[in-house]
């Protein structure tokens, strides 16, 4: 329990209506989008501005409370939960654009503006931001960058990391710094935009970002390919990245995710389909005609059984309505969902199919892959029910053996979710142990009194 007399001053810094006390309230903010993590803060906190963030935070390091930074809470590796309680503080009304800047074609956010309203404001001046995490209609800036997220377009475009330029960052003994610039090269020393950057808010409070923007391409085309063997599918992304065109999404879907997508809203999906990669080619009107031909053309040279080319713009938007309704159906599946975000070489997605099938069968649990094939980025995701103690003991048994197999592969743990509180018991198998001693001394130096979102990406000294 926090004491009162915190929260008379954190009423003082931020105002009455931006402090929340109430079990109902704080039961909000105890969870985030994994199924399986949950704890309560001892109250929650909406900072209107950095100097709000800084006051909070030195009152936080001066009598060593917690604070977890959270914005839409929709992280699958439980990076928002307030695992030691404490304060949550939560950015979503920090939620300004503050400038478009299109003649230099960058950007600067607040870390509660939604990516969904950021690309609707870009959208008008031709602009958009190309990592697009699947969540998009509700992760908020913050978040993405803390978890240097990334989506489908990120074949092509690179992920959040590449797009950031500079940030305005509140250090957890409340020093407001700014990291970076507005230029697109900087060499000015060590880089600590890219420390803040997918530091999972362990760090420092993202309060301002200064991003780079791109024009929205002239055209696009989406191609649904069907596949009747789901490691096959997986082959076909390195044959057609190889063969020289680059499309901007490349999209896996097992066959449990399509028969779960079609069960929640019929799209037809062909439901008999080992899986579906599916294309989007975007660029000039000609190139664009160019590169969907050629996908096509490698896809049933490397055993498609079906090339859809998407007729309109209606045909493509339902193909990629059901991929970003494909996480939510993995995630509304089971009680307890352990969803994978191993990343492998290209050339080793099918070797990584084969192995999630043979691990899991063999324990008879039930699961799904989907994912960013074209970055090598999979989520096999393994259901269960963690109240059931044998279930839930075989599928993380499981889900260990995928991570020790990936990294074989020359994979890492995590390529967009990050490590959290869900995977930072296989941190020491996928991280050359002085590095990891070399991130905690870093961590020590910037957050002396480790009060910001204490306990997450490696394990403390009584866990291990
Ligand atoms: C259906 C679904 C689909 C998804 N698809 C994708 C996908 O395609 N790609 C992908 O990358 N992710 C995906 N995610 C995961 C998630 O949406 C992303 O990690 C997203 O970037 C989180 O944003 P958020 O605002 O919800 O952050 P939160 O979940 O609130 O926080 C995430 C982390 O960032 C920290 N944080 C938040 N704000 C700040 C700040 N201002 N300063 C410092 N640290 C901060 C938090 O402490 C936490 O560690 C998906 C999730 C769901 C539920």
């Given at each position: 329990?926090i004491e009162k007399?915190?929260v008379d001053e954190?009423?003082?810094?931020v105002?009455?209506?931006?402090v929340?006390t109430?079990d109902e309230?704080?039961?909000?903010?105890s969870?985030?989008g994994t199924t399986n993590w949950v704890h309560?803060?001892d109250v929650?906190v909406?900072?209107t501005?950095p100097?709000?963030?800084?006051?909070i935070?030195?009152?936080a390091?001066?009598?060593?409370?917690?604070v977890?930074?959270?914005?839409a809470?929709?992280n699958?590796?439980g990076?928002?939960i307030?695992?030691?309680?404490g304060?949550v503080?939560?950015t979503?009304?920090?939620n300004r654009i503050?400038?478009?800047?299109?003649?230099n074609l960058?950007a600067?956010?607040?870390?509660?503006v939604?990516?969904?309203d950021?690309?609707?404001?870009?959208?008008?001046?031709?602009l958009?931001?190309?990592p697009?995490?699947q969540s998009?209609?509700?992760?908020t800036m913050g978040?993405v960058?803390?978890e240097?997220g990334g989506?489908?377009?990120?074949v092509?475009?690179?992920v959040?990391?590449?797009y950031?330029?500079?940030?305005e960052v509140?250090l957890?003994?409340g020093?407001?710094?700014e990291?970076?610039?507005v230029?697109?090269?900087?060499v000015?020393?060590y880089?600590?935009t890219?420390l803040f950057?997918?530091?999972?808010?362990?760090?420092?409070?993202i309060?301002k970002?200064?991003?780079v923007?791109?024009?929205?391409?002239?055209a696009?085309?989406?191609l649904?390919v069907?596949?009747?063997d789901?490691?096959v599918?997986g082959?076909?992304?390195?044959h057609?990245?190889s063969s020289?065109?680059v499309p901007?999404k490349?999209?896996?879907?097992?066959?449990?995710?399509?028969?779960?997508?079609?069960?929640l809203?019929?799209?037809?999906l062909p439901?008999?389909a080992?899986?579906?990669?599916?294309f989007?080619?975007d660029?000039?009107?000609e190139a664009?005609?160019?590169e969907?031909?050629?996908?096509?053309?490698v896809c049933?040279?490397?055993?498609a059984?079906d090339?859809?080319?998407?007729?309109?713009?209606?045909?493509a938007d339902?193909?990629?309505?059901?991929?970003?309704?494909?996480?939510?159906a993995?995630?509304?599946?089971?009680p307890t969902?352990l969803?994978?975000?191993?990343?492998?070489p290209?050339n080793k997605?099918p070797?990584?199919?084969r192995?999630?099938?043979?691990?899991c069968?063999a324990?008879g649990?039930?699961?799904?892959?989907?994912?960013?094939?074209?970055?090598?980025?999979l989520?096999?995701?393994?259901?269960?029910?963690m109240?059931d103690?044998?279930s839930?003991?075989?599928?993380?048994e499981?889900?260990?053996m995928?991570i020790?197999y990936?990294?074989e592969?020359?994979g890492?743990?995590?390529?967009e979710?990050g490590?959290?509180l869900?995977?930072?018991?296989?941190l020491?198998?996928?991280m050359?142990p002085i590095?990891i001693e070399?991130?905690k001394?870093?961590k020590?130096?910037?957050?002396?009194?480790?009060?910001?979102?204490p306990?997450?990406?490696w394990e403390?000294?009584?866990e291990?």
């Amino acid at each position: 329990m926090i004491e009162k007399r915190i929260v008379d001053e954190l009423i003082r810094i931020v105002g009455k209506d931006d402090v929340l006390t109430e079990d109902e309230d704080l039961a909000s903010y105890s969870f985030d989008g994994t199924t399986n993590w949950v704890h309560k803060p001892d109250v929650v906190v909406f900072p209107t501005s950095p100097q709000e963030i800084s006051e909070i935070l030195k009152l936080a390091n001066k009598r060593r409370i917690p604070v977890t930074p959270r914005g839409a809470g929709t992280n699958v590796s439980g990076g928002s939960i307030p695992i030691k309680g404490g304060i949550v503080l939560c950015t979503t009304k920090m939620n300004r654009i503050l400038k478009i800047d299109k003649e230099n074609l960058m950007a600067t956010v607040e870390p509660g503006v939604v990516l969904m309203d950021f690309n609707v404001a870009l959208a008008k001046e031709g602009l958009f931001f190309p990592p697009d995490p699947q969540s998009f209609l509700a992760a908020t800036m913050g978040g993405v960058i803390a978890e240097n997220g990334g989506g489908p377009a990120c074949v092509k475009y690179g992920v959040t990391k590449q797009y950031v330029l500079g940030l305005e960052v509140v250090l957890p003994i409340g020093e407001i710094i700014e990291v970076g610039g507005v230029t697109m090269k900087n060499v000015t020393g060590y880089d600590l935009t890219m420390l803040f950057t997918g530091s999972e808010g362990t760090l420092g409070v993202i309060s301002k970002a200064n991003l780079v923007v791109k024009p929205l391409p002239q055209a696009t085309k989406t191609l649904m390919v069907v596949f009747d063997d789901v490691a096959v599918a997986g082959e076909n992304v390195y044959h057609v990245l190889s063969s020289g065109v680059v499309p901007s999404k490349i999209e896996l879907l097992d066959n449990w995710v399509i028969n779960s997508i079609e069960r929640l809203q019929p799209m037809g999906l062909p439901k008999d389909a080992g899986a579906l990669l599916l294309f989007e080619v975007d660029g000039v009107p000609e190139a664009v005609e160019k590169e969907a031909k050629q996908v096509e053309e490698v896809c049933r040279k490397y055993g498609a059984r079906d090339v859809r080319v998407a007729k309109d713009k209606a045909e493509a938007d339902r193909y990629w309505t059901a991929r970003r309704a494909g996480f939510a159906a993995v995630f509304s599946a089971a009680p307890t969902v352990l969803a994978e975000d191993v990343t492998v070489p290209r050339n080793k997605i099918p070797d990584l199919i084969r192995k999630v099938d043979e691990v899991c069968k063999a324990r008879g649990i039930e699961y799904s892959v989907i994912g960013h094939a074209g970055d090598g980025n999979l989520h096999p995701s393994l259901l269960t029910d963690m109240r059931d103690k044998e279930s839930f003991q075989k599928a993380q048994e499981a889900m260990g053996m995928i991570i020790e197999y990936a990294v074989e592969l020359g994979g890492v743990l995590s390529g967009e979710h990050g490590i959290g509180l869900e995977k930072k018991k296989f941190l020491k198998k996928a991280m050359d142990p002085i590095a990891i001693e070399l991130m905690k001394g870093i961590k020590k130096i910037v957050d002396p009194n480790n009060i910001l979102n204490p306990g997450k990406i490696w394990e403390e000294a009584e866990e291990a």
